[in-house]
């Protein structure tokens, strides 16, 4: 089970950061993580991804330089640090567990587990 937690109100600009604690199932270090985010009338789109271990990262070009995925295996739980969000970055976010935990990966259909989400929401 994946709880996220840390979104809110934000000004064009701000920071933000997301949280993603996991409970139950496999140990938290045998899967890759990823976040994902799906705007009003639009698709779910992948944003981040990290591997077991934290040496591997991946990210959308959209948020490439603004954001950061990182882990904490010791309290099962993946971060998403967002900087100089815009108003286009407005959406919710959910955080996904991948089986395959040694490569970060970008395609939604290869996550196995997910979390509720998080609204974000950026104002210009």
């Known amino acids: 089970q994946l709880q996220a937690s840390g979104g809110g109100l934000v000004q064009a600009g701000g920071s933000l950061r997301l949280s993603c604690v996991a409970s139950g199932g496999r140990t938290f270090n045998n899967y890759a993580m990823g976040w994902f985010r799906q705007a009003p009338g639009k698709e779910r789109e992948f944003v981040a991804a990290i591997d077991w271990n934290g040496r591997k990262t991946y990210y959308a070009d959209s948020v490439k330089g603004r954001f950061t995925i990182s882990r904490d295996n010791t309290k099962k739980t993946v971060y998403l640090q967002m900087n100089s969000l815009k108003p286009e970055d407005t959406a919710i976010y959910y955080c996904?567990?991948?089986?395959?935990?040694?490569?970060?990966?970008?395609?939604?259909?290869?996550?196995?587990?997910w979390g509720q989400g998080t609204q974000v929401t950026v104002s210009s």
């Open positions: 996904a567990a991948d089986n395959y935990g040694v490569e970060p990966r970008q395609v939604e259909d290869e996550y196995d587990h």
